[in-house]
Each structure stands twice: as C-alpha cells, then as structure tokens.
C-alpha cells in the first residue's frame, strides 16, 4: 500500500511541486484547501491530470481548532493513517509594525504558526502509534533572520523553528520525527511578479545569485520524507542560496 502524505498549502508554487515530488516517490497525496476555494483546488486537479488515486483534495480550514480536528478525525478513518505531514501552507501580510493593524498581525499568526497545532495535534497520536512517521515543516529565511515589514511572518516562521524542536523530542521515542526547511527566495509565481529591477536586486543579495526553483525545496521534502531521513530530527535545513551565511 502507498504511503500517505497531507500536505497543506498543496497548491501553491512551492505546494505543487511537493505534491508531484511526492506523487513520483510513491506517495498518495491528500491536498489540504481553504474550503473557499473548492472551483480554484477543482481546477488545479483537472490541470494537473491527477487521478484520485493519486491525489485526494480536502477541504480544511486551518485557522478553526475545532474544525481540523473534526476533518482529520474523519480522514483518518477514511484513509486509516497518515505517514507525512508536510504543514506548507502560509500567507504574508507585510507593513512596517508601527502601521501593521490587529487583522495583519493576527491574520498570519493563524495562518502560519497556530494551524500547526490544529493541523499536526489530531494526527500526531496516530502516527506515533504507528511509528515511522514523518513531520515536516515549511518555514522562511526570514524565520531565522528578520525581515523588514515583516514582524508578523517572522514571528510565525520563528516559532515554527521552535515548535519542530520541542516536537521532535516527543516524537522521537515514537520513531516520529519532525524536521523544519527554511527556504529563502524561491521562484513562484508569486515571486515572480516582483518588478525586474526589484527581483533583481534580491538576487544580487544572493550568493548563488539566482532565485531557487520550487523543485528544489520539494526535493527537500522528499528526502526528510524518505528512509534516509530516519535518524534526522529537530533539524533546520536552509535552501537559500547562501543568503544566510554570514
């Protein structure tokens, strides 16, 4: 039987290539959406070419404690266990702080930092049951220097850092272990949009001087995910670039 994998955030352009990483290594993929984008996750699964076999779409809210746990509640009897939890999804709301209002602040703690217990608690006990599990998440360079206009993501994708390292001691008697990746500018869709000039001078910031491409965080993932991960937790694995070297 396939391994199973819930990934959030699965559409996105970091999203997807985890996705099909993951759907070349064997992996059934559940791809968690915000259950006000059903046309938009319906879409990307037809464009993709995906079978149900391959990919199942989830309706999830990640903010709703109590929600999540009702719907993982419900996919685990469905689906029986869930070998990798990759908690990707994650939004930004930049101001500077003295004009970031409560909705920006609170808006991006929820999103990207609290959906952590409401996504990962529920299915915890499960996989350290089972043992040889696998939880990875997705934070930011960003978490681990500051950025500016910035206080809310980073706070968030700090404290990402620290909630993989205290779960990574539960964990690991379990045979669960619980790795954080940290990627600095990466080409998405998103990223892309930036102006030329302004893209630019981030890539001049850069060592490698270039942008990473989505498949390499995936590949990433892939390998955290994978039997030759086993003896690695409570690690922070940076693809950057080299922008935090210094």
Known sequence: MNKKVLVTGAKGGIGSSITNVLLDAGYRVIAAYSPGNKEYAIEWFEKNNYSE????LLPLDITNTQSCRESLESLLQDEGHIDVLVNNAGI???????????????EVINTNLNSLFNVTQPLFSSMCERGNARIINISSVNGLKGQFGQTNYSAAKAGMIGFTKALAAEGARFGVTVNVIAPGYTGTPMVEEIQPAA???????????????????AGAVAYLASDAATYITGETLSINGGLYMQ
Not at 96 to 105: A, I, L, P
């Open 53 to 56: 076999n391959q990919v199942r």
């Open 92 to 106: 930004t709301r930049d101001s500077t702080f003295t004009r970031m209002s409560v909705e920006q602040w609170h």
């Open 199 to 217: 893209l630019e001078r981030i890539k001049a910031q850069i060592p490698l001087r270039r942008l990473a491409t989505p498949d390499e965080v």
